[in-house]
């Protein structure tokens, strides 16, 4: 029996949230959008986006799907994904499309602007430490600072370039495709 070693996913969450032009409600004069062209919401709706009436990928993440389907005539689309997240910020930045979104249960808050030379990641802190430690840990300083550093590998803001994060994608596939390729080759 094979065991897979790399590439590996877990089964964790994300959503995703992209508007489409400004809400009704919001004055003619304050109005900014469209924000996608038609060709971009076609490419959004193929790919499986959704209508949807809220603007919050938390909300999005919370809600059963069949809930949060709406008429067309909803300025949202939302997407929620179970695995492999990567993959549909790959699709939203190469198609420069501005997007909010929340990854891993909502752990990593993730935003690109349309035409922005870098993808934004922020933490959420209180919300990895709600779903993990405040069941096993005390409130006390040592198991604060125990939480802290066992997610301090990274800032808890940081922008990555889009040109490096496409890049980064582009090698996990071409390291998972040849993976599969020796896999079938060891047959």
Same mark, same amino acid.
């Given at each position: 029996?094979?065991?897979?070693? *790399? ?19 919001? #004055?003619?004069?304050?109005?900014? *959008?469209?924000?996608? &062209? ?18 919050? #990928?938390?909300?999005?993440?919370? &809600? #059963? ?35 909010? %979104? ?6 990593? =808050?993730?935003?690109?602007k349309k035409? %922005?030379?870098?993808?934004? @990641?922020?933490?959420?802190? *209180?919300? %990895? ?9 005390? !409130?006390?300083e040592e198991?604060?600072?125990? @939480? ?6 990274? =800032? #808890? ?7 490096? @994060?496409?890049?980064? &994608?582009?090698?996990? !596939? ?10 079938? *080759?060891?047959?």
């Amino acid at each position: 029996m094979k065991t897979r070693n *790399g590439f590996v996913s877990n089964s964790s969450s994300s959503s995703f949230v992209v508007i489409i032009t400004d809400n009704k409600r919001i #004055p003619e004069e304050r109005k900014k *959008g469209p924000y996608i &062209t038609e060709e971009q919401k076609q490419k959004l709706l193929d790919y499986g986006f959704v209508y949807c009436i809220t603007t919050d #990928p938390m909300v999005v993440e919370k &809600t #059963p799907k069949a809930h949060w389907k709406s008429k067309e005539d909803n300025n949202i689309l939302a997407y929620n994904v179970t695995c492999n997240e990567d993959e549909v910020i790959e699709f939203l930045v190469k198609n420069n499309i501005s997007f909010s %979104a929340v990854r891993h249960y909502g752990h990593t =808050s993730v935003f690109y602007k349309k035409d %922005a030379d870098r993808i934004l @990641f922020m933490d959420n802190l *209180g919300q %990895a430490f709600e779903m993990y430690e405040w069941k096993i840990s005390g !409130y006390s300083e040592e198991d604060l600072n125990r @939480f802290l550093i066992n997610r301090s590998t990274e =800032s #808890p803001i940081r922008t990555v370039f889009k040109e490096r @994060f496409l890049k980064k &994608t582009q090698s996990y !596939y071409r390291d998972y495709e040849k993976m599969i390729e020796d896999e079938d *080759g060891d047959k």
